[in-house]
């Protein structure tokens, strides 16, 4: 959907701003960069975007509501597979829309809002168009593998970040309702998810210094960032004790095996990161290492009163 070159392009300019803020360029150099890199994406501030996303969700609430109006009796009457095969229609129409709408293409949209909302509308509905025809609402594996499948074929097409994360977070879903399955999948499940994070952080962090993948550079910084949390949080004490507690529907929560084990990773972890940030020169490892030790005193404190607070 988008010209890969002007993404290419903003990237530059964008790097060129950067180096112009921490005084490496001076104005002439930024001016020459923009005219030699140039971009003709539209360009909005943050609240612009924010009023377009929104905008866009409320015409498209309208004119579906103004579709089921129309045949809101026939639909009423019918199973859900025929619920599910007109908003089938509705996301196909919105695809076509976003892929082939001139509109678009000369105003040169890019995560402007108003794309973002027809992408994940186009999305949701696509989704729930699924589960309606092959009734699978009461299979929650089998939705959240739909979605996932959904979102990373979008996230893939579209370079979108939320659709990104979306993706890899419901991966992980699916990860989790598999091994809940099984009694040897609930005890390995916190180390099954320290190690998927784990993987994803580290193609992540591939892709985004790899310059032929310009494309979902920005998407995958943040899956960077969410797999730094995801892979504390599968570790942490709290994290493991509570999510064990409702696995096995155990109120109070009780002591967990290898306790220590996971104590030992809420003091590590955020050691790594922090050596990280020292290693790498780059701030989001200082900031989750910060993050992660003030969470590990947090539930440190939760389970051993050692002061009052």
Known sequence: MYNKLFVENLQVQ?????????????????????????????HANIFVKIGLFIFTILVLLFVQGLFFMLVAETLFRSKDHIWGSFQFVISLIMFFMIENAAFFQNRKFYRSGTDNALIYAACLSLICSLVMIFKLSNDGLVTVSIACGVAGIAARRYGDIFLSVLAFILLNVVLFLILIK?????AILPFATMLYWGIIGYFARNLKQNDSYY??????????????????????YWVVRECSANLEHQYPSVQVPF?????LFMVVIPLVYFYAAHRFRERKFLIMSLLC?????????????VAPL
């Open 14 to 42: 964008e790097g060129a701003e950067t180096l112009h803020s921490e005084g490496l360029l001076n104005d002439e150099q930024l001016k020459t960069a923009h005219h030699e890199f140039p971009s003709h994406f539209y």
């Open 182 to 186: 099984f009694p040897f999948g609930k």
């Open 215 to 236: 494309y979902w550079h920005d998407a995958a910084d943040v899956i960077e960032t969410v797999a730094l949390l995801g892979f504390y949080a599968g570790g942490n």
């Open 293 to 305: 030790i003030v969470f590990s005193i947090i539930t440190y404190r939760n389970y051993h009163a």
């Open 259 to 263: 306790a220590a084990l996971f104590y």
